[in-house]
């Protein structure tokens, strides 16, 4: 089964996007990031996905798991 993922992206008119990996349309566009993120870290826990945060310029700007992850990080922080 694949990873699900959702991506909190820059809208090409303005705002910010919140999608489901591999979707062309946005399932919410928000005004501000900060409402895009928190929107899409609340849609990633319940559905157990990885939250892909972009920057401005697209790039990714830090991933976030709330799924099982086969790899989880060594560190306890």
Request: aromatic share 6%; proline share 6%; glycine share 8%.
């Amino acid at each position: 089964m694949a990873k699900i993922t959702q991506h909190v992206t820059p809208a090409h008119s303005g705002g910010w996007n919140v999608k489901k990996g591999g979707a062309i349309k946005a399932s919410k566009h928000f005004d501000k990031k900060e409402d895009a993120i928190k929107y899409a870290r609340d849609r990633s826990k319940k559905q157990n996905a990885e939250l892909v945060i972009h920057k401005q310029d697209g790039k990714i700007q830090n991933p976030n798991s709330y799924g099982k992850d086969p790899c989880p990080p060594k560190d306890k922080k």
